[in-house]
């Protein structure tokens, strides 16, 4: 039985890999750990260095604007500003150097839109794959505090950006074109393409980084809300009580994922935030927020761990928050390629 696609459980995390760390090395402040969306190393008594590697599988069209903006995420949510990249190009035999060059100038695009220099990685053509795989590797520095998602305290409030399945909504508009137009026409298609547009978050995470309340940050990737809820409570070692009807999301959002038949609080998200604030200091939040165009709202509170972790459905009942297994584009692609289309 093959493996499903996606990335490894909370679970499989701990069992698999986190046990295995190298050598010990003191200046390691922020190392591997679940939900942890940086590294960060002490250079001297000012200067701590933030490092993040993440491969881009899920995309074809947009590959190379994500693959600098999604690292860039990640550093920045530990409160680095993103600087140099480096990026491993895996193509498969059936493209060509034009396919490359393609992948690189969005790379490029989206590096200078973010301040963030390309220099250096591999490229090289296999037969054992049939499309392309980009893994970046990112590094930012910092003199101020660095955050991470186990900073979240009892009491904290849990505060989610711009909402849910947004890299979801800019893939499904981007590799199902045809359907997307096909269901809902050119002008929602050509709105629901922009949402990558939407997918870096580098601006509203150094701006909640400088706010002295907020004490964890934490971006939302493979199986979207829900699944980085749960990364955020494991890393914190906290419970958490959500309610649903505060989670947001754009009306392309939510109409693609019905058409689609996928649960969008399970879908991939980068260009939301997830940060837990003090209560104290959640309207300079949500203030700064605002001041950045950029949506925020409170979507639950951080409780005791023994509380455990739980949602307020819409329909008024209290249930365990649920992990979804599988990241959903997983499964509606695979869907599509056992059928051979929609």
């Known amino acids: ?113 973010f301040g963030v220099a390309l220099v250096g990685g591999h490229t090289e053509f296999i037969s054992s794959i049939d499309h392309p795989i980009v893994c970046s590797f990112i590094a930012a520095t910092t003199s101020g505090r660095t955050l991470s998602a186990s900073g979240a305290k009892p009491r904290d409030l849990i505060v989610l950006t711009k909402g849910a399945a947004i890299e979801a909504t800019s893939i499904l508009a981007s590799d199902l074109k045809d359907e997307v137009e096909k269901a809902f026409g050119k002008r929602f298609l050509a709105k629901a393409r922009r949402f990558i547009e939407k997918v870096c978050v580098v601006r509203e995470a150094l701006e909640a980084a400088k706010i002295e309340g907020v004490t964890a940050m934490h971006d939302p990737t493979e199986g979207g809300i829900l699944t980085a809820l749960h990364e955020l409570a494991e890393a914190s070692k906290v419970g958490l009580l959500i309610h649903e009807n505060k989670i947001f999301m754009a009306e392309e959002t939510e109409k693609l994922c019905q058409h689609f038949g996928i649960n969008p609080l399970g879908a991939l998200s980068s260009g939301a935030l997830l940060i837990t604030v003090r209560k104290d200091s959640v309207d300079i939040l949500l203030d700064s927020m605002r001041r950045l165009g950029v949506r925020a709202e409170v979507i639950g509170e951080v409780k005791d761990k023994s509380f455990g972790r739980k949602i307020v459905l819409k329909s008024g009942e209290m249930v365990d928050l649920p992990l979804p297994e599988r990241e959903e584009l997983w499964k509606l692609f695979d869907k599509i390629t056992k059928r051979g289309s929609l």
């Open 1 to 113: 039985m093959r493996r499903p696609v996606g990335k490894l459980s909370i679970e499989e995390l701990k069992d698999y890999v986190l046990p295995f760390k190298g050598a010990y090395d003191p200046r390691v402040i922020l190392g591997q750990m679940v939900g942890g969306d940086a590294a960060v190393i002490r250079l001297d008594d000012e200067r701590k260095l933030i490092l993040k590697a993440d491969p881009i599988t899920g995309a074809v069209e947009n590959l190379g604007w994500l693959a600098v903006t999604v690292p860039s995420n990640d550093v920045a949510v530990v409160g680095g500003k993103p600087l140099w990249l480096l990026a491993v190009l895996i193509m498969p035999t059936s493209m060509d150097v034009e396919d490359v060059e393609r992948i690189m100038r969005r790379m490029d695009e989206a590096a200078k839109e």
